[in-house]
């Protein structure tokens, strides 16, 4: 199949954007592993979507084209033998040889045709239901309700309590297997391209611009996602954890009943059935099938249809043939399987994949506490106390040895399975390094079959039975509180030792873990780690002030163990973004490291569609009374630095207009900037001509900041032309966001966002590399670590080709970094040795870009 020259395009495509489209087709068609440059504005999203689906209808066409060109021609050769006055015993032979060859083809084809055809039904019968589905709908709803409000008026249990211990008790393993699937019905499988984002919100972009395209009408597009975002059960959705939700599910599943067999949760405190599975599932894959709709609109078809979005999304895969899916479901091996998902000749898109390294590391690290071993230690002592005579011999042993595990994890934290989470340990140990190997055997973990234990945590549904004891007996199964009223000097110290240490920041992560209660899931995770290869990742005993904040940590440092399945069975693989430099991290730590042949990658970069007169970039080495700009930790609460750093924003938001971000290192940093600019009056002074807002530490926050930002940009007050806004590197403004046009006329980074190098992990981490990559990989990595981050800021500003916007970075050390800094920057670069250049060439740029203005008003 050739290259096309022509894609279809909502509008005249730029030239990159047809020569992205033309490379991404042969990728797909080489079967090659692509890494893809394309900057941020540059419409990405639309070449990936023209491009990728013009292959995959090519694709489709000659695969049919093919089969009944093979079957016209071994026609023709049949209907020569028919006529042929050969040896008959040669022609009958060649006779069935070619029948058999005509009948494989002809099955294909038919399995093809079938598929299209059950495909294109559905679509068909849809139209015809949806003038009869809201008074169904509100007929069966009303039906439904008065069905259970009369159940939960005539039901009494006499034996409830007893059902009730019955369901808790841990299944038989050998009887233990999922029926969820046992009906799944077989159809032919058409090759599907699975495009895959970070967000949820990333993905909901997406699909608006697929709603753009030439193909929004005739392609299917289905969206798969966790039954945390689909599930329309309020019983099971107010669980909140995720695996609890998946536990609880499949349990669920287990229970061949009707809606009118369910039980009150509430009285219960379990379900024995879930009322909307399977629902009229079929109506909602076609409404699926029929339009491009995003996870809420299906959550809300769903809802009105009374049927499990979650379950048909998963039927509705075997019909699509562009599958959305978030990160987590297609780079987590378990989440891919559990969710059936088949990458075996399928293609894969990784879009915004500039971070899929570290993400496919973090996705694969867990952190528990000792908080979590204690709470989990106790209440699976008090479970297996109040059924151990229920339990089989099997069973029984099991747990035990997952008992054993946690004592030992806990003894590793200095403490006991007596101890209470707020007792004080030795705050002066310092934190260790182990490797997979020396941990199970320093703590004699090496003794259980951990692949075994795991399977049988699985098969019997620990995760659920445990939480289904601990809801219904929570009264008593907090952990045990012995001297937690302490007070006096000794309340005094541990409140100061708690307050003072810097694993308080490490602890708030765990928060949410620990309020839950079941931290079982936790324990698996980090249970399932020990299983991976022994040079894969490391185990960090990092002690706490409390037994309760200290911390085992498993740090995955090869994230390519996790991608040799994919690389093997995929198609094609692209890994897309708007600033994937440096491309070699992907190219030797991910596809050659799981396996890949380096003639199978290919890399394409292109330029950004802005001209050069819309962009300038200035590399500013000094401030305006000369000091040198140099923000590196040590210098990081010199006074007149900063002061100097506050007089260079008074004097550019003098002559910027509209809207200017500025990025700062840390969070940390920001609030030391900030406060000592606040101090100094040079925030009531940056507020006579800009609105000052901060990056908010709260996600919920983000939206109410950014409207305020937006609000202040379009309509300046008094004497403001515009708003500031402080932001973070890599924090929740840096990625993802548009500030395009008025809301983004510059973007200041100052200084450096280089990883802590005293960090224990990150040392490791380029050890390894050091090590498993190439000698200097580990400092190719400090180095790109920090300029990826910066990177990402810049792309912040220019979103379209008639944008325009100035980037200045306020550290010397930029200098040395030129190359490491985009193309497209790159091109219109200049380092200022002093402030007053700086604000020069600003200043020249913007009164061109007001002289142009003025000229189209006139």
């Not at 440059?37 to 990405?44: L, M, Y």
């Not at 699985?458 to 219904?472: A, D, T, V």
């Amino acid at each position: 199949m050739e290259t096309t020259e022509e894609f279809p395009f909502p509008f005249p495509p730029y030239p990159i954007q047809t020569q992205f489209m033309k490379e991404l087709y042969k990728c797909f068609e080489n079967s090659k592993l692509g890494i893809f440059e394309s900057p941020t504005g540059t419409g990405k999203s639309m070449s990936i979507i023209c491009g990728a689906l013009k292959w995959l209808l090519d694709y489709e066409k000659l695969q049919k084209d093919e089969l009944t060109s093979a079957i016209s021609e071994l026609d023709e050769q049949i209907k020569q033998y028919i006529n042929s006055t050969d040896n008959w015993f040669y022609v009958q032979t060649q006779q069935i040889e070619l029948n058999r060859k005509r009948q494989a083809l002809q099955t294909k084809l038919n399995n093809i045709v079938q598929y299209e055809q059950k495909k294109n039904s559905l679509k068909e019968r849809t139209k015809g239901v949806n003038s009869k589905k809201k008074d169904s709908s509100t007929k069966f709803a009303t039906s439904s309700a008065k069905d259970r409000s009369e159940i939960d008026k005539n039901s009494v249990d006499t034996n409830e309590k007893g059902s009730i211990e019955e369901e808790l008790l841990l299944e038989d393993v050998e009887h233990s297997e999922s029926s969820e699937d046992e009906d799944k019905e077989e159809i032919y499988e058409n090759i599907k391209i699975f495009f895959c984002s970070r967000t949820h919100s990333q993905l909901s972009q997406f699909i608006g611009e697929l709603r753009k395209s030439p193909y929004s009408k005739n392609v299917s597009v289905i969206t798969l996602t966790s039954r945390q975002n689909y599930c329309i059960n309020k019983n099971v959705k107010k669980l909140k954890h995720l695996n609890l939700i998946n536990e609880c599910c499949l349990q669920l599943q287990r229970k061949k009943t009707t809606a009118k067999d369910e039980k009150d949760l509430k009285r219960k405190k379990m379900t024995s059935s879930c009322p909307f599975v399977p629902g009229n599932q079929d109506l909602l894959i076609r409404e699926s099938l029929m339009q491009i709709r995003d996870i809420e609109e299906i959550v809300q078809k769903g809802e009105n249809l009374k049927t499990c979005a979650y379950y048909a999304s998963r039927k509705a895969v075997s019909y699509g043939q562009l599958i959305l899916v978030p990160y987590n479901t297609i780079l987590h091996k378990n989440t891919r399987i559990s969710s059936g998902i088949n990458l075996k000749g399928n293609i894969l898109i990784i879009d915004e994949a500039h971070n899929l390294l570290e993400a496919i590391e973090n996705m694969h690290s867990v952190i528990i506490t000792g908080r979590n071993l204690l709470h989990c230690y106790s209440q699976l002592s008090q479970y297996q106390n109040r059924f151990q005579t229920l339990f089989s011999a099997k069973n029984i042993l099991s747990l035990t040895q997952l008992s054993f595990c946690l004592r030992k994890l806990i003894t590793v934290l200095g403490a006991t399975i007596k101890s209470n989470p707020d007792d004080v340990i030795n705050i002066e140990a310092s934190p260790k390094l182990y490797k997979i190997e020396e941990f199970a055997i320093m703590t004699n973990i090496d003794t259980v079959n951990m692949f075994e234990l795991l399977k049988f945590i699985k098969n019997s549904r620990l995760n659920h039975k445990l939480q289904g004891f601990i809801e219904q007996y929570d009264t008593n199964l907090k952990i045990h509180n012995h001297n937690t009223k302490t007070c006096g000097v000794k309340q005094f110290l541990n409140s100061i030792k708690t307050k003072s240490t810097e694993f308080d920041t490490i602890t708030d992560i765990q928060l949410d873990e620990d309020r839950s209660n079941n931290p079982m899931m936790t324990i698996i995770s980090f249970l399932e780690c020990l299983r991976s290869n022994c040079s894969d990742g490391r185990i960090f005993i990092i002690p706490g002030p409390t037994v309760g904040q200290s911390i085992i940590k498993f740090l995955l440092l090869n994230p390519a163990a996790h991608f040799h399945d994919i690389i093997r069975d995929a198609r094609a693989v692209i890994l897309a973004g708007g600033t994937m430099a440096p491309m070699n991290e992907f190219t030797d730590q991910l596809f050659i490291a799981a396996g890949a042949s380096s003639e199978r990658i290919v890399t394409y970069s292109c330029d950004h569609v802005i001209p050069e007169e819309n962009i300038v970039c200035s590399i500013t080495t000094h401030g305006p009374t000369g000091i040198e700009f140099e923000f590196n930790f040590q210098n990081r609460e010199n006074t007149k630095l900063l002061d100097e750093l506050g007089r260079a924003l008074l004097n550019l938001c003098n002559i910027i207009p509209a809207g200017i971000i500025v990025f700062l290192p840390s969070y940390n940093f920001e609030e030391l900037i900030y406060k000592h600019l606040e101090n100094s009056g040079i925030v009531k002074k940056l507020s006579l001509k800009k609105h000052i807002l901060r990056e908010p530490k709260s996600a919920s926050q983000v939206h109410e900041i950014l409207k305020e930002y937006s609000l202040h940009v379009k309509n300046p007050k008094n004497s403001q032309n515009g708003s500031l806004l402080f932001s973070v590197v890599g924090g929740k403004l840096s990625e993802g966001l548009n500030f395009s046009d008025d809301l983004g006329r510059c973007v200041i980074v100052v200084g450096m966002p280089y990883p802590n190098i005293q960090s224990l992990e990150l040392q490791e981490k380029m050890k390894y590399l050091n090590e498993n990559i190439k000698s200097d990989a580990g400092q190719n990595f400090y180095e790109n670590s920090c300029m990826k981050a910066v990177n990402q800021c810049i792309g912040r500003a220019i979103r379209h080709i008639n944008d325009y916007s100035t980037v200045i970075l306020l550290d010397k050390r930029y200098s040395y970094k030129i190359k490491a800094l985009p193309q497209w920057i790159q091109r219109t670069l200049i380092i200022h040795k002093s402030f007053g250049s700086t604000i020069g060439a600003i200043s020249k740029f913007f009164n061109k870009k007001k002289i142009k203005s003025n000229k189209k008003i006139t």
